[in-house]
């Protein structure tokens, strides 16, 4: 029967400990700066909710502007906007008139 002796290493202990933390640094890193980690998370809500706003905004024109045309279109066409939205846009008025804009 032969039996081989190995003298034993003090490398070879700490071979396990040096990959686990390899591992675990490679993959710590990515969860937070990679491309799906926090980082990017906080910038994607970030973005989420300025866009949010911005929509907010889009939304609350597009309605005032529907109510407008909906004055202008609407078969009985209203004097009274026909005749604002022409000074306006033409930045006429008559000397006896105030102008308020708002």
């Known amino acids: 029967m032969w039996t081989k002796h190995h003298k034993k290493r003090k490398l070879g202990r700490f071979v396990m400990p040096l990959l686990t933390v390899a591992f675990l640094s490679y993959f710590g890193y990515h969860s937070v700066h990679g ?50 939205k022409a000074r306006f846009g033409l930045n006429m008025s008559r000397t006896d008139e105030i102008v308020i804009f708002h």
């Open 35 to 84: 491309e799906f980690g926090l980082k990017a998370t906080e910038r994607l809500d970030r973005q989420r909710t300025e866009r949010q706003a911005r929509l907010n905004e889009l939304t609350r024109q597009r309605v005032t502007l529907e109510k407008e045309v909906a004055l202008l279109s609407d078969g009985s066409l209203e004097r009274d906007m026909l005749d604002e």
